[in-house]
C-alpha cells in the first residue's frame, strides 16, 4: 500500500498578555481601533512578556500537540520550526524545543519562509513521511514572536503584529482515505525588499549605527498590491485541485494568511466558494504570522468543526515574497 502522511495532532499556545486596541490609541494619539475593527476585524491581540521568547511559545504548543496526537517527545522522528523569529540566528530553535520536550530521537531544523512557513513546513513533513519509512511522526510548529521586532512608533506595523504558536504532529498512515493529496511551493522573489527585518544578518550587521537606523525592526519599505494575495491564491487552490481531481466547492476548510481580511474573502469570492468557510482568527489574536493557519487550525479542530473525509486547504503568504499551498483530506 501506499504509504502517506495525515495530521494526527494539533496544538497552539499564545502569550497571556492581552493587547487592546486602545492601547494603541493611547500609544499613537489618534483612533485606530475603529479603522483596525471595519477593515481587519482585529479587535485585540497577544504580545509576549518581556522574558518570554519564541521557544517558550513553540514549547507549550508541542506539547498540546503531542497530547492530542497521543505521542511523547520520545516518539517523534523529527522537529521542524518555521520562523522568522527565531530563539537565536543559531542554533535552531528547534534544537532549543527538542531539549526542553525531551525529544531525545528527533533530527531538528528551522525553516525561514517567513508568514508562508507553516504551510511550507507541512508540505515538508509530508513529503519526509512519503519519501523515507524511517519517519512516523513529525512535529511541525509555526511560530511568530514580532512584538520583540516593532517599531512602536510606526502605525503601520504596530498594530497588526502579534505572538503566537501553531503545531501539528504529521504521521505516517497506509489509510489511502485520507491525508496529503497535493501541495505547490512558489515565490515572488522580485518583492524580498518590500518587507522584513533587514539588520542582524550578514548584510546588515547589528551594530550601534544598525540600532540607530531601525534595522533591527520590522518594516513595510513598499505597500504590496492589494490584488497580489488573492490572484495567487486562487491559482494555486485551483492547480491542487486540478491535481487532486475534485473542485474548489468540496473544500469544507481553507486556513489562509491573516493579515488582510478582505483578501481570504476576495480569494473565496473568486473560487465560488461560500465565506464562512474559511475559519479566521484575526480579531482575537492580530496578525500572528508563522503562527496564524496552524492556530487556525488548531481551533477547528478543537472545536469539532473539522470531521473526517473533509477536504482542508492552507495557503500561506509571507515576505520575499514566499506562497505555499497544501491539500489534505482529514
Known amino acids: 500500500m501506499t504509504r502517506n502522511a495525515y495530521i494526527s495532532g494539533t496544538g497552539s499556545f499564545v502569550p497571556e498578555r492581552v493587547v487592546p486596541n486602545a492601547f ?6 489618534e483612533d485606530v481601533d475603529t479603522w483596525l475593527v471595519t477593515n481587519l476585524t ?3 491581540r497577544r504580545w509576549c512578556s518581556p522574558d518570554q521568547s519564541t521557544a517558550d511559545l513553540c514549547e507549550q504548543a508541542a506539547r498540546r500537540a503531542l497530547d492530542s496526537a497521543r505521542l511523547t517527545p520520545e516518539d517523534l522522528d523529527l522537529i521542524i520550526i518555521a ?3 527565531p530563539e537565536y540566528i543559531s542554533p535552531s530553535t528547534a534544537s532549543v524545543v527538542q531539549d526542553r520536550i525531551g525529544a531525545v530521537n528527533a533530527g531538528t531544523f528551522d525553516v525561514n519562509t517567513a508568514c508562508a512557513g507553516f504551510v511550507t513546513v507541512l508540505d515538508m513533513a509530508s513529503k519526509y513521511i512519503r519519501a523515507d519509512d524511517r519517519y512516523r511522526h513529525i512535529l511541525i510548529i509555526g511560530a511568530y514572536a514580532m512584538s520583540k521586532y516593532l517599531d512602536m512608533t510606526d502605525k503601520k506595523t504596530v498594530t497588526l503584529f502579534a505572538d503566537g504558536a501553531g503545531a501539528a504532529v504529521v504521521s505516517a498512515t497506509e489509510d489511502p482515505s485520507k491525508g496529503f493529496a497535493a501541495s505547490l511551493l512558489h515565490s515572488e522573489g522580485k518583492y524580498n525588499s518590500w518587507m522584513g527585518i533587514y539588520g542582524g544578518g550578514s548584510r546588515h550587521p547589528i551594530t550601534r549605527e544598525g540600532v540607530e537606523n531601525k534595522d533591527h525592526l520590522l518594516k513595510f519599505v513598499r505597500k504590496f498590491p492589494k490584488e497580489l494575495n488573492p490572484e495567487v491564491w486562487s491559482k494555486m487552490t485551483l492547480e491542487l485541485c486540478r491535481k487532486a481531481e475534485i473542485n474548489p466547492d468540496e473544500i469544507s476548510h481553507f486556513f489562509m494568511t491573516q493579515i488582510n481580511i478582505n483578501s481570504i474573502w476576495e480569494t473565496l469570492d473568486l473560487l465560488q466558494v461560500p465565506r464562512d468557510r474559511a475559519h479566521t482568527i484575526m480579531d482575537r489574536y ?3 504570522g508563522s503562527a496564524a493557519i ?8 478543537s472545536g469539532g468543526k473539522v470531521k473526517s473525509g473533509d477536504w ?4 500561506g503568504s509571507g515576505g520575499g515574497l514566499a506562497f505555499a499551498a497544501a491539500l489534505f483530506k482529514w
Not at 24 to 29: S, T
Not at 312 to 315: A, M, P, S, W
Open 42 to 44: 482585529i479587535r485585540e
Open 312 to 315: 482542508c486547504l492552507f495557503i
Open 294 to 301: 496552524g492556530m487556525a487550525l488548531d481551533e477547528a479542530v
Open 286 to 288: 492580530g496578525y500572528t
Open 83 to 85: 520562523t522568522d523569529t
Open 24 to 29: 494603541f490609541n493611547d500609544l499613537l494619539g
